[in-house]
Nanobody
Framework: QVQLVESGGGLVQAGGSLRLSCAASGRTFSTYAMGWFRQAPEKEREFVAA????????LYADSVKGRFTISRDNSKNTVFLQMNSLKPEDTAVYYCAASRTYAPSTAQSRYDYWGQGTQVTVSS
């Protein structure tokens, strides 16, 4: 069992930056691929970014490429999402997820564990 706790969300003006963190419990964190997803009001949850177990492979949604960076520190059981040049359309609850597969995936069905989410609000 893996427990995930997100932090770092908040209110920021358009053009600003935030860094989300996701702390994971369990000794097998380093073998999990990790992902970030988000859900805006009245919209379905969507893929944002994912990273493989060693950190060498990453995937990004087209909408965040060049602005967001996913990374991980296996020694601290933590995955990060650096978000720059934020836009009002980035406003959503951001969820961290862990997959027992080694490779990153954009598919929500590949993820086995989910955090409770952290709110990100970008004002115009």
């Amino acid at each position: 069992q893996v427990q995930l706790v997100e932090s770092g969300g908040g209110l920021v003006q358009a053009g600003g930056s935030l860094r989300l963190s996701c702390a994971a419990s369990g000794r097998t964190f380093s073998t999990y691929a990790m992902g970030w997803f988000r859900q805006a009001p009245e919209k379905e949850r969507e893929f944002v970014a994912a990273i493989g177990w060693r950190g060498g492979s990453t995937l990004y949604a087209d909408s965040v490429k060049g602005r967001f960076t996913i990374s991980r520190d296996n020694s601290k059981n933590t995955v990060f999402l650096q978000m720059n040049s934020l836009k009002p359309e980035d406003t959503a609850v951001y969820y961290c997820a862990a997959s027992r597969t080694y490779a990153p995936s954009t598919a929500q069905s590949r993820y086995d564990y989910w955090g409770q989410g952290t709110q990100v609000t970008v004002s115009s």
